[in-house]
């Protein structure tokens, strides 16, 4: 079976580099740093334009963690439906409680908006903070979810490994595993050689300066050394890179 590459992007035109670097779905956000939000709704529009390859669209309001109240989830939910009329391939959600189990109202409302317009759904990493991810597994396969994103409940992917190899045997067969987190060329073929899956995420991450970054006393960093004045972008090049590592799998 063919790898995939899924890319997460913060913006249209790195849809666009994600495509011209070869990769095969894309999963569109905004604040990268913050671990990925709600995309704009023109990011979603202008990349529809150009981009043929599959666009999964995160569903996420905030930072911090995925205990999403009522009110959060109503707005959610019309984020969602906007996202998907306008040309999305599929959702990327997470919701738990404060116990750290599924939250399956929320969850389940999604998955079904999802399907109901015939589209995927996909359990992001609020996956990895789950407290029983067998649990989980069987919850999110009972609700028919397509995918679920994990590093294996590590940091990154590669300290993952054996879980992601372990949930790969045992649920392969009835959900996709996509494992995401300091993924890149040098590591990809690895991953998938041991883990047994057949998809990966990755950033491809690059840094482009704006030099208004900082101006006087104040500062609106957010990136470490070196790279105060930069913000995020996917490299084509990296995209690139990681496609053609994995083509020994072709």
């Not at 905004?30 to 669209?57: D, F, H, M, Q, Y």
């Not at 109202?105 to 789950?130: N, P, S, W």
């Not at 899956?197 to 704006?210: A, E, G, M």
Request: charged fraction near 20%; glycine fraction near 8%.
């Amino acid at each position: 079976m063919k790898p995939k590459i899924e890319i997460c992007c913060g913006s249209a035109l790195d849809c666009l580099a994600a495509q011209a670097g070869g990769a095969d779905r894309i999963e569109l956000n905004s604040a990268l740093a913050l671990g990925g939000l709600t995309p704009t709704l023109a990011n979603l529009i202008e990349a529809r334009k150009k981009v043929t390859i599959p666009i999964i669209t995160m569903v996420r309001s905030r930072g911090a963690g995925f205990c999403t109240s009522e009110a959060e989830f109503e707005i959610l939910y019309a984020d969602a439906v906007l996202l998907l009329t306008h040309g999305a391939d599929g959702l990327a959600f997470g919701a738990l409680h404060e116990d750290r189990t599924i939250n399956a109202e929320q969850t389940r409302k999604m998955i079904d908006l999802a399907h109901r317009y015939g589209k995927e759904f996909v359990f992001h990493r609020a996956f990895d903070c789950a407290v029983d991810w067998d649990v989980a597994l069987s919850q999110l396969i009972a609700w028919k979810a397509d995918r679920i994103l994990t590093s294996g409940g590590q940091v990154k992917a590669e300290q993952g490994i054996d879980v992601i190899a372990r949930l790969q045997k045992q649920y392969g067969d009835q959900i996709e595993i996509l494992a995401g987190s300091g993924v890149h060329a040098g590591n990809a073929l690895g991953l998938l050689k041991q883990t047994g899956i057949h998809q990966l995420h990755s950033s491809c991450k690059d840094w482009q300066s704006d030099p208004t970054t900082s101006g006087n006393h104040v500062t609106y960093a957010y990136a470490p050394a070196p790279h105060e004045l930069d913000y995020e972008i996917v490299s084509e090049q990296k995209v690139r890179e990681l496609t053609a590592a994995v083509a020994e799998l072709n």
